[in-house]
C-alpha cells in the first residue's frame, strides 16, 4: 500500500495539484483546516458541520474505492475529497459496539463505524439537501447525493464483516438506522430497486442468507464471488475460447475465496440485483500475476468471462489486489480493466486514480 502521508508531505503532492489543475480541486490538504475538532472526545466529525454546501464541488466523481481506515485520520473525508465513489470499512464486533481497523491492534476506543462513517455520511447528506429542503423528506427521487457534479451519483459504503457475521449482520443493520430513516439508502422492496445516496454492501463475513432474508426492504447488497460468475466470453479470439474455457473454470473453483459465508444452499443465479451489488475478486488470486507487463490470452479470457457473467446478472464487477507497481503496469492493467468494462477498482493510491486519465475515459461506465 501507499503510504499516503508520506506522499502528502513530499513535493509529489505539489506536483500532483499542478497536474490536476488546482482549480479542480478547492479543498486544501490539511485535515485540520477543515476539521478541526475531528477525533475530539465529544466532536467527532463535527468538523463536517462547516462543510460548505458546495463541499465537493468540482470534485469529478470516479469508480475507485478508498481502502483505508487507520492510516487516513479521516477516511471519508479523503475518499470523497479526490471523487471517490466508495469507501470500505473493516468492521469488528466487541462488546457490542462496531469498531473500524485493519486489524485488532489498530482498533481504538472513538473509531467506530458511527463515528467515522454513519455521522459524517449523514450530516454531509443532511448538509447537501437542506438548501432544497429535502433534509427531512422522505422518498424524494430528487434527493441530493454526495457529489455535487452528479447529484444522482451513489456514495458505495463497502462494510468488510471483520468478525461473525452472524452476530455482526444485526449491529450493522442497526446503526444504518440514522441513515434509512432519512431515506438515504439504496433498498430493494421486494419487486424493484430503489437508488439513494447511499448504497451499502457486505463484504468479507457478511452472511448472504440474512441478507436474502430481509424481503420487504433489503438494503445491506452482498458482494457476490466475482470467480464463480464466470462464463466462457463472447468476445475475444474463438480459437482460444475453447480449449482455455476447462481449464479457466477448473482453475476459479479451485480458487475461489470469495463470498462463501451463508451461500450453502444458493446456485449462482442467486446473485442478481435483488441481492447483490457488486461482483469482486482479488486481482491477484483470481487473474494472476502479471508477466512482463502484459496480460496473457488466458488472463484476458478470466477478465472477460467474469465481467460478462457479472454483467448479465446486473451487477458490477470490481477487482481489488491489483498490481500496484511498477506504475506503468499499475496503470496497464487498470486501463485493461476499465477498457473490458469493469466497473469498480480499489485503490490505496487515491491521487494516482484521480490522477489517472482514467477519469476521463471512466466516465462512461459512471
Ligand atoms: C480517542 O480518544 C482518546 C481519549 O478518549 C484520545 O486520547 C485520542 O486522541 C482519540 N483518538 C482519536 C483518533 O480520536
Ligand atoms: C423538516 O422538519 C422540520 C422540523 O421537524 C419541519 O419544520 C419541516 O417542515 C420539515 N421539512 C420538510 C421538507 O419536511
Ligand atoms: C437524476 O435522476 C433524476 C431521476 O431519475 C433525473 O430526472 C435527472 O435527470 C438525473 N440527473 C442527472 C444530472 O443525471
Ligand atoms: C441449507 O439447507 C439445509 C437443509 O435444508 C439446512 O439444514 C441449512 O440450515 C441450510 N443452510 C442455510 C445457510 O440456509
Ligand atoms: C435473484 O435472487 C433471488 C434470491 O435468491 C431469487 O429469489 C430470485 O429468483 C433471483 N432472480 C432472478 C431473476 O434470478
Given at each position: 500500500m501507499?503510504p499516503?502521508?508520506?506522499?502528502m508531505?513530499?513535493?509529489?503532492?505539489?506536483?500532483?495539484?499542478?497536474?490536476?489543475?488546482?482549480?479542480?480541486?478547492?479543498?486544501?490538504f490539511n485535515?485540520d483546516?477543515?476539521?478541526?475538532?475531528?477525533g475530539?472526545p465529544?466532536?467527532i466529525g463535527?468538523?463536517?458541520?462547516r462543510?460548505?454546501?458546495?463541499?465537493?464541488?468540482?470534485?469529478?466523481?470516479i469508480?475507485c474505492?478508498?481502502?483505508?481506515?487507520?492510516?487516513?485520520r479521516?477516511?471519508?473525508?479523503d475518499?470523497?475529497?479526490?471523487g471517490?465513489t466508495?469507501?470500505e470499512?473493516?468492521?469488528?464486533l466487541?462488546s457490542g459496539?462496531?469498531?473500524?481497523?485493519?486489524?485488532t491492534?489498530?482498533?481504538?476506543?472513538?473509531?467506530t463505524f458511527?463515528?467515522l462513517y454513519?455521522g459524517?455520511?449523514?450530516?454531509?447528506?443532511?448538509?447537501?439537501?437542506?438548501?432544497?429542503g429535502?433534509?427531512n423528506?422522505?422518498?424524494?427521487?430528487?434527493m441530493r447525493?454526495?457529489?455535487?457534479?452528479d447529484p444522482?451519483?451513489?456514495l458505495?459504503?463497502?462494510v468488510d464483516?471483520k468478525?461473525?457475521g452472524?452476530d455482526?449482520?444485526?449491529?450493522?443493520?442497526?446503526?444504518?438506522?440514522?441513515?434509512?430513516?432519512?431515506?438515504?439508502?439504496?433498498y430493494?422492496?421486494?419487486?424493484?430497486l430503489?437508488?439513494?445516496p447511499?448504497?451499502?454492501?457486505?463484504?468479507?463475513?457478511?452472511?448472504f442468507?440474512?441478507?436474502?432474508?430481509e424481503?420487504?426492504?433489503?438494503?445491506?447488497?452482498f458482494?457476490?464471488p466475482l470467480d464463480k460468475?464466470?462464463?466462457?466470453p463472447s468476445?475475444?479470439?474463438p480459437?482460444?475460447i475453447s480449449?482455455?474455457?476447462q481449464?479457466?473454470?477448473?482453475?476459479?473453483?479451485?480458487?475461489?475465496?470469495?463470498g462463501?459465508v451463508g451461500t450453502?444452499?444458493?446456485?449462482?443465479?442467486?446473485?442478481n440485483?435483488?441481492?447483490?451489488?457488486?461482483?469482486?475478486v482479488?486481482?491477484m488470486?483470481?487473474?494472476?500475476?502479471?508477466?512482463?507487463g502484459?496480460?496473457?490470452?488466458?488472463?484476458?479470457?478470466?477478465?472477460?468471462?467474469?465481467?460478462q457473467g457479472?454483467?448479465?446478472?446486473?451487477?458490477?464487477?470490481r477487482?481489488?489486489?491489483?498490481p500496484s507497481?511498477?506504475?506503468?503496469l499499475r496503470?496497464?492493467?487498470w486501463?485493461?480493466?476499465?477498457?473490458e468494462g469493469?466497473h469498480?477498482?480499489?485503490v490505496?493510491?487515491l491521487?494516482g486514480?484521480a490522477v489517472?486519465?482514467?477519469?476521463?475515459?471512466?466516465?462512461?461506465?459512471?
Amino acid at each position: 500500500m501507499v503510504p499516503l502521508l508520506t506522499l502528502m508531505s513530499s513535493g509529489i503532492l505539489h506536483l500532483l495539484q499542478v497536474l490536476i489543475g488546482s482549480a479542480r480541486l478547492f479543498w486544501d490538504f490539511n485535515e485540520d483546516k477543515f476539521l478541526p475538532d475531528w477525533g475530539k472526545p465529544g466532536s467527532i466529525g463535527e468538523g463536517l458541520v462547516r462543510y460548505p454546501t458546495d463541499a465537493t464541488r468540482d470534485v469529478l466523481p470516479i469508480n475507485c474505492h478508498s481502502h483505508n481506515d487507520y492510516v487516513r485520520r479521516v477516511p471519508l473525508f479523503d475518499a470523497i475529497h479526490w471523487g471517490c465513489t466508495g469507501v470500505e470499512a473493516d468492521v469488528w464486533l466487541f462488546s457490542g459496539e462496531l469498531y473500524v481497523g485493519h486489524s485488532t491492534a489498530s482498533l481504538t476506543k472513538n473509531r467506530t463505524f458511527r463515528n467515522l462513517y454513519v455521522g459524517p455520511i449523514l450530516r454531509l447528506l443532511d448538509t447537501m439537501n437542506q438548501e432544497s429542503g429535502f433534509a427531512n423528506a422522505t422518498a424524494n427521487t430528487a434527493m441530493r447525493g454526495i457529489f455535487d457534479e452528479d447529484p444522482n451519483q451513489t456514495l458505495v459504503l463497502l462494510v468488510d464483516f471483520k468478525t461473525s457475521g452472524i452476530d455482526t449482520f444485526p449491529i450493522v443493520h442497526d446503526q444504518l438506522e440514522a441513515l434509512r430513516e432519512k431515506d438515504y439508502l439504496s433498498y430493494w422492496d421486494g419487486e424493484r430497486l430503489h437508488k439513494r445516496p447511499v448504497t451499502v454492501v457486505g463484504t468479507g463475513n457478511t452472511p448472504f442468507n440474512l441478507i436474502v432474508a430481509e424481503k420487504q426492504r433489503r438494503d445491506i447488497f452482498f458482494d457476490a464471488p466475482l470467480d464463480k460468475l464466470w462464463e466462457p466470453p463472447s468476445t475475444g479470439d474463438p480459437s482460444s475460447i475453447s480449449t482455455l474455457s476447462q481449464e479457466v473454470k477448473v482453475f476459479q473453483n479451485q480458487n475461489s475465496n470469495q463470498g462463501s459465508v451463508g451461500t450453502e444452499n444458493t446456485t449462482i443465479d442467486d446473485f442478481n440485483s435483488s441481492t447483490s451489488y457488486y461482483a469482486s475478486v482479488s486481482f491477484m488470486h483470481s487473474v494472476g500475476f502479471v508477466w512482463r507487463g502484459k496480460l496473457s490470452t488466458k488472463q484476458m479470457n478470466i477478465i472477460r468471462g467474469q465481467i460478462q457473467g457479472a454483467r448479465r446478472r446486473g451487477l458490477k464487477t470490481r477487482y481489488w489486489d491489483t498490481p500496484s507497481w511498477p506504475i506503468n503496469l499499475r496503470n496497464h492493467v487498470w486501463d485493461v480493466l476499465m477498457e473490458e468494462g469493469a466497473h469498480m477498482l480499489n485503490v490505496d493510491d487515491l491521487k494516482g486514480a484521480a490522477v489517472e486519465n482514467w477519469k476521463i475515459r471512466t466516465h462512461r461506465f459512471l
